[in-house]
């Protein structure tokens, strides 16, 4: 009975190695998937990178292209402003004697009818 138990744990320790074998076979599989999924993920990253500072650069580019147009704008709003405030120094004096002359030139002459009207104590 010793020859067989001696058999069974000499079976024991053969299978104990092929699983720590297997077991180390499956640890270096796993390593070198995360391996192989690392480097994937970034060559994937590596072209999403390219592909979105082109994209950066392009929208750069066009924005570069929309400073001029600012610039523009803002060169003809100071022209507009140049144009409006010598509209208002020609026209002030003008719009100052209008207002004037209304207020000040005030006609006091009664219709004929009001006059009546007032003289007979029928004003309303």
């Known amino acids: 009975m010793s020859s067989k138990s001696q058999e069974l744990i000499g079976t024991l320790l053969d299978a104990e190695t092929k699983a720590e074998k297997i077991v180390a076979q499956a640890r270096e599989n796993r390593v070198r998937k995360l391996k192989d999924a690392r480097t ?3 060559q994937e990253l590596e072209i999403f990178r390219q592909k979105e500072e082109e994209k950066f650069n392009q929208e750069s580019a066009a924005m570069a292209g929309q400073g001029n147009d600012s610039r523009d704008l803002d ?5 507009e402003l140049n144009n409006v405030e010598a509209d208002f120094n020609a026209n002030k004096k003008k719009t ?11 006609n006091l002459s009664l219709s004929s009818v009001k006059a009546e009207m007032l003289k007979s104590g029928r004003a309303g």
Do not use: F, G, H, P
């Open 40 to 42: 994937a993920a970034e």
């Open 75 to 79: 060169s003809r709003t100071a022209q």
């Open 96 to 106: 100052v004697d209008y207002a004037i002359k209304n207020i000040l030139d005030i």
